[in-house]
């Protein structure tokens, strides 16, 4: 490793280390899978937190408080008894509408609360069988839109469904889902909670936003102007240079620094 990369590997775990504190948590939408106890809850709490997490960051976690509400804390058990989107009336947040999580919810209780599968174990099913992580996210997003309303093209005709559930086949970064899989995957961290097991830290890739792919452009760790999968593969391939075993520590010293530093 050269001088350069090893003044700039310095940096970014020292902002790493300043970032990822228990700090953190509270104006993050990761306070969500710290809330509840039950790793039933856990999963579904986190799984919605990170499917909501676009816009302002104050906004969607009042969106989110509210949804709690209505379960009256208990989002798994709500979602066993669940049938109707009626249940949601007046429940909105940009391009998420009452059916849009109703149906979001009737795919979870059918997939994971029916089958009595936990989260996780839908997860490692993709990943077994695509073999990658971004095969995996495809895996869960074609079991999720199974069963859902359908246009006359024979897909998902909602569309704030499918935003919630970004299809990994138009090459986006699927920021929220790689950060959901940071919250459950990281260990011995004081923001993540690692209950997931079945692949390491070392596997994961960096959640890439705007905040994130302007900063690491700056610092040179990024060349392609788009922030899509491909971006993704190529950030995360330098982060490992400096961390093979936990790249993705430094989406808090590049996220932190880029929300602090506008």
């Given at each position: ?5 090893e ?6 775990d020292?902002l790493?280390?300043k ?21 039933e ?40 008894n669940f049938?109707?989107?009626?249940l949601?009336d007046?429940?909105n ?22 089958d009595k599968?936990?989260?996780?174990e839908?997860f490692?099913d ?8 971004f ?14 309303p ?5 897909t998902?005709?909602?569309?704030g ?8 086949k ?13 919250w ?16 390491k830290?070392?596997e994961?890739?960096?959640p890439?936003?705007v905040?994130?792919g302007?900063i690491?452009?700056?610092l040179?760790l ?11 593969l ?29």
């Amino acid at each position: 490793m050269t001088k350069l990369k090893e003044s700039l590997k310095d940096e970014l775990d020292s902002l790493a280390g300043k970032y990822e504190t228990k700090e953190f948590i509270k104006d993050d939408p990761v306070q969500f899978i710290h809330i509840f106890k039950k790793r039933e809850d856990i999963e579904l709490a986190g799984f919605l937190a990170a499917l909501f997490a676009f816009g302002k960051r104050e906004v969607f976690i009042k969106k989110l408080n509210a949804f709690f509400n209505i379960t009256k804390m208990r989002p798994y058990e709500f979602v066993q008894n669940f049938d109707s989107a009626r249940l949601l009336d007046g429940f909105n947040y940009r391009f998420i509408k009452p059916d849009d999580l109703g149906a979001f919810l009737l795919a979870y209780k059918k997939l994971i609360v029916k089958d009595k599968m936990t989260l996780e174990e839908l997860f490692f099913d993709g990943y077994k069988k695509e073999g990658s992580v971004f095969g995996c996210f495809q895996y869960v997003c074609d079991c999720f839109y199974k069963g859902t309303p359908k246009d006359n093209t024979g897909t998902c005709a909602l569309a704030g469904y499918k935003f919630m559930l970004s299809n990994p086949k138009n090459k986006g970064a699927m920021k929220r889902m790689n950060m959901f899989l940071r919250w459950m995957v990281r260990k011995n961290s004081p923001v993540d909670i690692g209950i997931w097991n079945f692949i390491k830290p070392s596997e994961l890739f960096i959640p890439l936003d705007v905040h994130v792919g302007n900063i690491s452009r700056g610092l040179g760790l990024l060349s392609r102007k788009q922030n899509d999968a491909r971006a993704v593969l190529e950030l995360t391939s330098k982060l490992r240079e400096f961390d093979p075993n936990d790249p993705i520590k430094y989406d808090f010293a590049l996220f932190g620094y880029g929300v602090n530093n506008k």
